[in-house]
């Protein structure tokens, strides 16, 4: 599908050779990638340091459940005072949806060459696919956990972010 036929319109921005990217979508119909999820004192910090927030967050995140998820341990995981961390987020539930489009963006930085690639073959096309996401897979092994778990999440306040996934 190329980008003229998808409902939003995608724009990518490096910053750092496949470490980030931001989606920014200017259709109302996708809250999901429209929604204000870090506060600015966030994005003014050092990449290196938003990543290692980033990762935290992530390990936590794919390794227990939502409401199982503290943020105390990713607080101490990363080294700062509690009170820091709602100057970056206002929550647990942006923090999760953070690092959540943190990690499909990486999936759509790293599979985005085959979804402009012209389909000549099918089941080629569809192998290529699956190595692509297996490849991911072995490359970003949590924040695949992450997508995974996300999925199976049964928490109330997280069944908006699956819905608007699906």
């Given at each position: 599908m190329s980008q003229e036929n998808l409902p939003f319109q995608i724009y990518f921005c490096n910053l750092r050779?496949?470490?980030?990217?931001h989606i920014v979508a200017t259709n109302q119909s996708h809250p999901f990638f429209t929604a204000m999820i870090a506060l600015t004192t966030f994005t003014n910090l050092p990449e290196d340091r938003q990543e290692a927030?980033?990762?935290?967050?992530?390990?936590?995140?794919?390794?227990k459940d939502y409401e199982s998820a503290s943020l105390s341990e990713i607080i101490k995981?990363?080294?700062?005072?509690?009170g820091s961390f709602y100057r970056y987020?206002?929550?647990k539930l942006s923090l999760y949806r953070y690092v959540l489009n943190y990690g499909l963006q990486l999936r759509l930085q790293h599979e985005g060459r085959i979804l402009n690639a012209p389909i000549n073959d099918f089941f080629a096309a569809l192998v290529q696919n699956f190595q692509e996401k297996l490849a991911f897979d072995l490359k970003y092994p949590l924040f695949s956990a992450l997508s995974y778990k996300v999925l199976q999440e049964q928490h109330e306040e997280v069944r908006p972010t699956q819905q608007e996934l699906k």
């Open positions: 050779p496949i470490s980030r990217v927030i980033v990762y935290a967050a992530a390990e936590e995140f794919a390794l995981r990363i080294g700062i005072a509690k987020f206002d929550s």
